[in-house]
C-alpha cells in the first residue's frame, strides 16, 4: 500500500498544489495564478486525485457561474507540514548535492 502513497507523492504537481493549498482555501482560478506552469487539465487531475486520497476537500456554491472553493484537509495539513520539512532540507542541502554532482561528472571527464 505504500507505493501507491508514494507513488501520488512523487509527481511536483502534488508537492505544488498542496503547498498552494497550505495557507488556506482557493477558488480554481486562485490555484491556477498560484501553481506556475500547471495546465488546466493537469490542475484538476491533480486535485481529484487529492479529494479522492482524503487531502483537499472541494465545496461547491450553488451560485451562477458555480463557484467551487479547495482547501485542505486535517491530513492535507500534515501532508504540508511534512512536505515544507522536505523543502527546507533541499535549500540546506542543495549546495552538497550541486558538489557532488560536479565532482561525478569531474571524474567521468578523468576515465
Do not use: C
Given at each position: ?16 498544489v ?36 482524503g ?57
Open positions: 500500500m505504500s507505493h501507491t502513497v508514494l507513488e501520488m507523492l512523487a509527481s511536483k504537481w502534488v508537492y505544488l498542496v503547498g498552494a493549498l497550505k495557507p488556506g482555501k482557493r477558488r480554481y482560478g486562485e490555484m491556477q495564478r498560484k501553481v506556475e506552469g500547471i495546465t488546466p487539465k493537469m490542475l484538476t487531475q491533480t486535485l481529484r486525485v487529492l479529494e479522492r486520497d487531502l483537499v476537500r472541494r465545496e461547491i456554491f450553488p451560485v451562477i457561474p458555480p463557484r467551487v472553493e479547495y482547501e485542505l484537509t486535517d491530513l492535507g495539513r500534515n501532508l504540508a507540514d511534512l512536505l515544507n520539512q522536505i523543502r527546507v532540507w533541499s535549500e540546506q542541502h542543495a549546495p552538497d548535492i550541486r558538489d557532488a554532482r560536479a565532482r561525478s561528472l569531474e571524474g567521468e571527464l578523468v576515465v
